[in-house]
């Protein structure tokens, strides 16, 4: 059965600070990743995803996620954070039960203090 | 404009009433969703449309039916509401398991 862990329910950092979220996933295929952000009474957006190739991915704001398929992980990186990045982040891994699911990790609630 | 519309954003009701949240979307998405979202939770999927009349069960379907007559509208009802379905819902499209488009949500009390 696919699943996301995000071990971390709350991060708390500084502005200006490096941040990593971390995410485990578990897949029987071959894992297609996202990161999805939730601001405040708002939906979710994409932030970044991954396919293939590098393992490297960038995405919107700065951030970006590194895949390991040796670690099982996918955990989503920022060099120096803002106050406005604070959100809830979510890892998700596409594949379920159902066609055309998307399997959500039960999100990290980042806050950036000044 | 790729836009995932969600009515109402609130909604207040009473155990055993029937709930309709509506959700539409301007980007000719196949696949529509819906998800509720529980403190701690994440998001857990009720339902999964492919397209009109194409639906199929998500993880947690009990207590919902859904709706889609045409491509860009899909509905959740809740027939007699439970107050365990007090949640957030989002509603999303997409194409495929590609990047979703959600909605901003609906708030759902059942008292």
């Known amino acids: 059965a696919q699943s996301v862990t995000q071990p971390d329910a709350r991060v708390t950092v500084s502005e200006g600070a490096s941040l990593q979220l971390r995410c485990k996933y578990s897949s029987s295929g071959t894992p297609y990743l996202f990161w999805y952000v939730q601001y405040p009474r708002q939906g979710l957006q994409l932030l970044l995803k991954y396919y293939s190739g590098d393992p490297v991915v960038q995405g919107v704001n700065g951030f970006e996620a590194e895949f390991s398929k040796s670690n099982s992980s996918f955990h989503l990186r920022k060099a120096s954070v803002h106050w406005s990045d604070s959100a809830v982040y979510f890892c998700?891994?596409?594949?379920?039960?159902?066609?055309?699911?998307?399997?959500f990790g039960r999100g990290t609630r980042l806050q950036v203090y000044a | 404009d790729m836009k995932v519309t969600q009515m109402p954003r609130y909604l207040i009701k009473r155990m055993g009433e029937n709930v309709l949240l509506e959700c539409g979307q301007d980007m000719s998405h196949e696949t529509m969703y819906w998800y509720r979202q529980d403190p701690g939770l994440g998001l857990q999927l009720i339902y999964i449309s492919y397209d009109v009349d194409s639906n199929s069960e998500g993880d947690i379907p009990k207590g919902y039916r859904v709706s889609r007559k045409k491509r860009e509208h899909f509905s959740l009802i809740l027939d007699s509401a439970k107050t365990n379905q007090t949640s957030v819902y989002f509603c999303a499209s997409g194409t495929g398991a590609e990047t979703l488009y959600f909605g901003s949500g609906t708030r759902l009390t059942v008292l």
């Open positions: 998700v891994l596409s594949g379920g039960q159902v066609v055309g699911q998307l399997t």
